[in-house]
T-cell receptor, first 110, second 115 residues
Framework: GESVGLHLPTLSVQEGDNSIINCAYS??????FIWYKQESGKGPQFIID?????DKRQGQRVTVLLNKTVKHLSLQIAATQPGDSAVYFC?????????FGKGTRLHILP | DVKVTQSSRYLVKRTGEKVFLECVQD?????MFWYRQDPGLGLRLIYF???????EKGDIPEGYSVSREKKERFSLILESASTNQTSMYLC??????????????FGQGTRLTVV
């Protein structure tokens, strides 16, 4: 079937530690992936994207890794801060539509 | 910055009413999308549009229609609202087809309650 899913619905991380949010996708033909962050009461906000011809892409404090062999995507957030508390969605481009996973809530521990 | 504006943050409508959700973007984007977001189900695509007067069904179009008379405006219509359409509705726009590598930018969302 078609799905973009996340391994864990909730992730708790100590402030200052690195966070890793994982995502599995099932469609090997997908060629473009995006991570979004959604804070409470707001719409999803673009964080970082990656094309299928890349394995890794870095932004400011965030890194996305793509493993096409096992159809796995991850978002790494360095030095997690209270402002990183949100729901994170991975999304894939399929047939020119952006299809979202169900989301992972990142909870920051003081 | 891209700005996607949804006309209402909160709406309460009665079952059977015709409901219009409006979305406007100010960056001359070609593509516009409507999603609904429900707990445990994530974002699901209802309809999208690549151009004026053009529309395509998403994954859950039943009970909805859309209108794109102008490039900057994409309306979602609930012909006869039902309680199972109570949800958060999110509008998005993107410059190019998602396949070319352009992510979508979202509005703040409209929380619709149908009673």
């Amino acid at each position: 079937g078609e799905s973009v899913g996340l391994h864990l619905p909730t992730l708790s991380v100590q402030e200052g530690d690195n966070s890793i949010i994982n995502c599995a996708y099932s469609n090997s033909a997908s060629d473009y992936f995006i991570w979004y962050k959604q804070e409470s009461g707001k719409g999803p906000q673009f964080i970082i994207d990656i094309r299928s011809n890349m394995d890794k892409r870095q932004g400011q404090r965030v890194t996305v890794l793509l493993n096409k062999t096992v159809k796995h995507l991850s978002l790494q957030i360095a030095a997690t801060q209270p402002g990183d508390s949100a729901v994170y969605f991975c999304a894939e481009n399929r047939d020119d539509k952006i299809i979202f996973g169900k989301g992972t809530r990142l909870h920051i521990l003081p | 910055d891209v700005k996607v504006t949804q006309s209402s943050r909160y709406l309460v409508k009665r079952t059977g009413e015709k409901v219009f959700l409006e979305c406007v973007q100010d960056m001359d984007h070609e593509n516009m999308f409507w999603y609904r977001q429900d707990p445990g189900l994530g974002l699901r695509l209802i309809y999208f549009s690549y151009d004026v007067k053009m529309k395509e069904k998403g994954d859950i179009p039943e009970g909805y229609s859309v209108s794109r008379e102008k490039k900057e405006r994409f309306s979602l219509i609930l012909e006869s609202a039902s309680t199972n359409q109570t949800s958060m509705y999110l509008c998005a726009s993107s410059l190019d087809s998602p396949g070319t590598g352009r992510a979508a930018f979202f509005g703040q969302g409209t929380r619709l309650t149908v009673v």
